[in-house]
């Protein structure tokens, strides 16, 4: 272990000291950041929605270049050979390798948020421990692909190449560089079959607090990262100037299988649907369909459910409100990228207001009406309502807010039909249906 | 042993005794390189067994090289460790090890013990190499070529080092297409020639086992004229492909 543990620093220590391994390991995700940063900082708070990509660059920069890279040009010189005539099994060697690889891909995303933070004043993580346990199931995944391309290369030339068939369709078309909504259909299904797609996903719940566990991210990542670094492992090779076995093909397949399972799972059980795209459907939304919504049968404004105050006016008319009204403001789920998945959170936070016979609940309403209002302008408001009216079941549901004191978790139909509601109120509002 | 249709090592039956220093002869592509990665379990024979120390190389890697030290060709170490970090890594990776400035000092490498690894020259990374492979105390060292590259000064020492490892009861297994260097070291030696070994004896003994009758010059009978005589063609250690 105490060689181990000296190998492990070992190789800590050489990366800070090459030059290279500091450019691709922390100056090209800073240059991604400046590069986000200049697209993405009028919105506010700046980069936020970002993040999840910005980390999966960085760890993807780190596992499937830095890592394979200096792995084959340590094989190439002979580095390996000599430390195969340790009396160690060479495997707990390359798992040195591979821990020194976590920290300095942690490392450098630390780096990214710390960044990110001082230069455009993007949050911390609303979730720490989430963001830290993502950053480590990320980069474990993608150092189990990084593995098969240094068994694949032959030299380092060919790990460039390699990395950069992994690396540019997940940044293009992947969701990585990319954002989801912004991708075609085909695109964003198509997404579904590779892991960065997951890793954004996954990275972005620890970040902005999304609502959802991201399970099923975690669970597709670790499928892909362990048949890739079974796959690896298997084909691993130690020796410089040898080449890959001609019946290495098969394994080769299984890694590649993996994602194709993966990706059809998702398809087919509405997977791809719930991540990224959101809401994104509302502005497919027609007049003649916002026309046909009647609002009858709505309950009243002062009625046990789905209760709306009237306009509170800037400062709010009740002490302590402002602090509610800041809360709504700030609160992340409302400010993810997607304005139909953050509208429909909005709406839900406002129904589990109602569910909770919160004291201020009819209040938080106009509050999140008023919020909604000033995010997005009326008329694509009123398609985002009537969105969360026609289908109500799509998207992700909040069911408990602890940012503003709502800790119970409700049921998600409850909540789901309570948003509903409120969303028929709002629309109603705005289009002159029903008067405050 | 072989690589995929090319037969490498055919038939290889020998035994070192402790303490001996032993060479394989042969010309690059004999064969040599391969037989010593068998014993260190860099490779593994199609068929038959490999012993050190009573232990099956195979099936006892890790306790074999507890106890083997080894210098090998094509290795190599990352161009900003240096010496001092070198040996102390190696080390920390044995039961028994040697202290790293003693070593340094033995192999005079105390002056360039914080110089990165790519500022060292030939013989200085050649002498770091023969002291990680001292570093465990071994009881079985292995040379491949180990003067291959050596100004004759450095050869020198080299040849002195090996004679010390004798007199401290160390077995040393060494591969060399130097014959006089053969002649001059190796208590036995084995000669060697597309796969196969065809002569094992003392240097004196297969002379005068396959030069006895012939025509000798000034300087007597020689392991060249031996192998002529084995092999059918003259001495020519670097006309062919390394193995």
């Given at each position: 272990?105490?060689?181990?543990?000296?190998?492990?620093?070992?190789?800590?220590?050489?990366?800070?000291?090459?030059?290279?391994?500091?450019?691709?390991?922390?100056?090209?995700?800073?240059?991604?950041?400046?590069?986000?940063?200049?697209?993405?900082?009028?919105?506010?708070?700046?980069?936020?929605?970002?993040?999840?990509?910005?980390?999966?660059?960085?760890?993807?920069?780190?596992?499937?270049?830095?890592?394979?890279?200096?792995?084959?040009?340590?094989?190439?010189?002979?580095?390996?050979?000599?430390?195969?005539?340790?009396?160690?099994?060479?495997?707990?060697?390359?798992?040195?390798?591979?821990?020194?690889?976590?920290?300095?891909?942690?490392?450098?995303?630390?780096?990214?948020?710390?960044?990110?933070?001082?230069?455009?004043?993007?949050?911390?993580?609303?979730?720490?421990?989430?963001?830290?346990?993502?950053?480590?199931?990320?980069?474990?995944?993608?150092?189990?692909?990084?593995?098969?391309?240094?068994?694949?290369?032959?030299?380092?030339?060919?790990?460039?190449?390699?990395?950069?068939?992994?690396?540019?369709?997940?940044?293009?078309?992947?969701?990585?560089?990319?954002?989801?909504?912004?991708?075609?259909?085909?695109?964003?299904?198509?997404?579904?079959?590779?892991?960065?797609?997951?890793?954004?996903?996954?990275?972005?719940?620890?970040?902005?607090?999304?609502?959802?566990?991201?399970?099923?991210?975690?669970?597709?990542?670790?499928?892909?990262?362990?048949?890739?670094?079974?796959?690896?492992?298997?084909?691993?090779?130690?020796?410089?100037?040898?080449?890959?076995?001609?019946?290495?093909?098969?394994?080769?397949?299984?890694?590649?299988?993996?994602?194709?399972?993966?990706?059809?799972?998702?398809?087919?059980?509405?997977?791809?649907?719930?991540?990224?795209?959101?809401?994104?459907?509302?502005?497919?939304?027609?007049?003649?369909?916002?026309a046909a919504i009647s609002y009858e049968n709505l309950p009243g404004d002062s009625e046990f459910v789905s209760r709306l105050s009237k306009p509170l006016g800037k400062a709010g008319s009740m002490?302590?409100?402002?602090?509610?009204?800041?809360?709504?403001?700030?609160?992340?789920?409302?400010?993810?990228?997607?304005?139909?998945?953050?509208?429909?959170?909005?709406?839900?936070?406002?129904?589990?207001?109602?569910?909770?016979?919160?004291?201020?609940?009819?209040?938080?309403?106009?509050?999140?009406?008023?919020?909604?209002?000033?995010?997005?302008?009326?008329?694509?408001?009123?398609?985002?309502?009537?969105?969360?009216?026609?289908?109500?079941?799509?998207?992700?549901?909040?069911?408990?807010?602890?940012?503003?004191?709502?800790?119970?978790?409700?049921?998600?139909?409850?909540?789901?039909?309570?948003?509903?509601?409120?969303?028929?109120?709002?629309?109603?509002?705005?289009?002159?249906?029903?008067?405050? | 042993?072989?690589?995929?249709?090319?037969?490498?090592?055919?038939?290889?039956?020998?035994?070192?005794?402790?303490?001996?220093?032993?060479?394989?002869?042969?010309?690059?592509?004999?064969?040599?390189?391969?037989?010593?990665?068998?014993?260190?379990?860099?490779?593994?024979?199609?068929?038959?067994?490999?012993?050190?120390?009573?232990?099956?190389?195979?099936?006892?890697?890790?306790?074999?090289?507890?106890?083997?030290?080894?210098?090998?060709?094509?290795?190599?170490?990352?161009?900003?460790?240096?010496?001092?970090?070198?040996?102390?890594?190696?080390?920390?990776?044995?039961?028994?090890?040697?202290?790293?400035?003693?070593?340094?000092?033995?192999?005079?490498?105390?002056?360039?013990?914080?110089?990165?690894?790519?500022?060292?020259?030939?013989?200085?990374?050649?002498?770091?190499?023969?002291?990680?492979?001292?570093?465990?105390?071994?009881?079985?060292?292995?040379?491949?070529?180990?003067?291959?590259?050596?100004?004759?000064?450095?050869?020198?020492?080299?040849?002195?080092?090996?004679?010390?490892?004798?007199?401290?009861?160390?077995t040393v297994l060494m591969s060399t297409h130097d014959l006089n260097e053969a002649a001059s070291l190796c208590d036995r030696v084995g000669i060697i020639d597309s796969g196969r070994l065809l002569?094992?004896?003392?240097?004196?003994?297969?002379?005068?086992?396959?030069?006895?009758?012939?025509?000798?010059?000034?300087?007597?009978?020689?392991?060249?004229?031996?192998?002529?005589?084995?092999?059918?063609?003259?001495?020519?250690?670097?006309?062919?492909?390394?193995?």
């Amino acid at each position: 272990m105490k060689g181990l543990w000296r190998h492990f620093l070992l190789t800590l220590e050489l990366n800070i000291r090459s030059r290279q391994a500091i450019v691709y390991g922390y100056l090209v995700p800073v240059i991604f950041l400046v590069a986000f940063g200049s697209v993405f900082r009028a919105q506010t708070p700046a980069l936020l929605a970002q993040m999840g990509q910005l980390l999966t660059i960085t760890i993807l920069g780190g596992a499937c270049f830095g890592m394979p890279t200096g792995l084959v040009a340590e094989r190439e010189r002979g580095i390996w050979r000599r430390y195969r005539l340790l009396p160690m099994p060479t495997g707990l060697l390359v798992g040195s390798i591979l821990a020194a690889r976590v920290v300095i891909v942690a490392s450098a995303a630390l780096l990214q948020v710390v960044l990110a933070h001082s230069l455009y004043g993007t949050p911390f993580p609303a979730h720490p421990a989430q963001a830290i346990a993502g950053v480590v199931l990320v980069t474990a995944s993608f150092l189990g692909m990084g593995l098969v391309i240094a068994a694949c290369a032959n030299d380092v030339p060919a790990v460039q190449a390699l990395g950069q068939c992994i690396f540019l369709p997940m940044i293009m078309i992947g969701g990585v560089g990319i954002p989801l909504a912004a991708l075609p259909a085909w695109a964003q299904r198509f997404s579904g079959f590779m892991p960065g797609r997951y890793a954004v996903d996954l990275l972005q719940r620890g970040y902005d607090g999304t609502p959802g566990d991201g399970r099923f991210s975690a669970a597709a990542l670790a499928v892909m990262g362990a048949a890739a670094a079974l796959c690896g492992a298997r084909l691993f090779r130690w020796e410089p100037g040898r080449r890959l076995r001609a019946g290495s093909w098969p394994l080769l397949l299984g890694a590649l299988v993996s994602w194709l399972c993966v990706g059809t799972y998702a398809s087919r059980s509405g997977h791809l649907d719930a991540l990224g795209s959101g809401d994104s459907g509302y502005m497919d939304i027609t007049e003649e369909q916002m026309a046909a919504i009647s609002y009858e049968n709505l309950p009243g404004d002062s009625e046990f459910v789905s209760r709306l105050s009237k306009p509170l006016g800037k400062a709010g008319s009740m002490s302590g409100l402002e602090n509610i009204r800041g809360a709504i403001a700030e609160w992340r789920p409302g400010q993810v990228a997607d304005p139909g998945q953050g509208a429909r959170n909005l709406l839900c936070l406002a129904g589990v207001a109602d569910v909770s016979e919160d004291p201020h609940e009819g209040e938080i309403a106009r509050m999140v009406f008023d919020d909604l209002r000033q995010r997005d302008g009326d008329r694509q408001l009123e398609r985002i309502l009537a969105w969360v009216i026609l289908y109500p079941d799509q998207g992700r549901c909040v069911t408990t807010v602890p940012e503003l004191g709502l800790r119970h978790q409700f049921r998600e139909d409850i909540v789901r039909d309570r948003a509903v509601l409120y969303a028929k109120k709002f629309l109603g509002r705005l289009r002159g249906s029903i008067r405050d | 042993m072989s690589y995929g249709s090319l037969v490498a090592l055919r038939d290889v039956d020998l035994e070192v005794s402790p303490g001996e220093v032993f060479g394989l002869l042969g010309a690059n592509g004999a064969g040599k390189t391969t037989a010593l990665e068998c014993v260190l379990g860099l490779r593994k024979p199609d068929f038959g067994k490999i012993e050190v120390n009573g232990m099956n190389v195979a099936e006892k890697l890790g306790s074999v090289m507890e106890i083997v030290g080894a210098q090998i060709q094509g290795a190599s170490l990352q161009d900003r460790i240096t010496p001092r970090r070198a040996l102390g890594l190696f080390a920390s990776f044995y039961r028994h090890a040697s202290a790293v400035m003693p070593l340094a000092q033995r192999f005079g490498l105390e002056e360039k013990l914080d110089a990165p690894f790519d500022t060292l020259s030939t013989g200085q990374r050649q002498r770091l190499f023969l002291a990680l492979a001292l570093v465990n105390d071994p009881r079985l060292v292995v040379l491949d070529e180990p003067t291959a590259g050596l100004d004759p000064r450095a050869r020198r020492d080299l040849h002195d080092l090996i004679r010390s490892m004798r007199s401290q009861g160390r077995t040393v297994l060494m591969s060399t297409h130097d014959l006089n260097e053969a002649a001059s070291l190796c208590d036995r030696v084995g000669i060697i020639d597309s796969g196969r070994l065809l002569a094992v004896g003392t240097p004196a003994s297969i002379i005068s086992s396959f030069c006895a009758d012939s025509a000798v010059g000034p300087a007597g009978p020689s392991l060249e004229e031996a192998f002529l005589r084995l092999t059918g063609r003259p001495w020519s250690p670097g006309t062919e492909t390394e193995s």
